[in-house]
């Protein structure tokens, strides 16, 4: 059975930044363990911990790239549903 065109549209927007989405979530993965192990691992310096926070800002703003695109992209190219 051939997926509807509201289907295929919706699943062509999850697609759209896909790559800034898991970009973001892997950056704050990266800063959250830089900042772990700044603060609770010996050995490792303590001023980690506030670069591993700048990479989770980093992490958040492609976060927040990844969805206001995808908005404006659904503002530019609205359903349109043919008949």
């Known amino acids: ?3 509807s065109s509201r289907e ?3 699943s062509d927007l999850r697609g759209r930044y896909r790559a800034f989405t898991n970009a973001g979530y892997v950056v704050c993965l990266i ?4 900042m772990l192990s700044g ?4 050995g490792v310096p303590h001023w980690l911990v ?3 926070l700048a990479v989770i800002i980093i992490g958040w703003g492609l976060l927040a790239f990844a969805i206001f695109s995808r908005a404006a992209y659904v503002r530019a190219h609205p359903f349109e549903p043919r008949d």
């Open 1 to 3: 059975m051939a997926p």
């Open 8 to 10: 295929a549209y919706v």
């Open 31 to 34: 800063g959250v363990l830089v």
């Open 39 to 42: 603060r609770y691992m010996d």
């Open 50 to 52: 506030f670069p591993g």
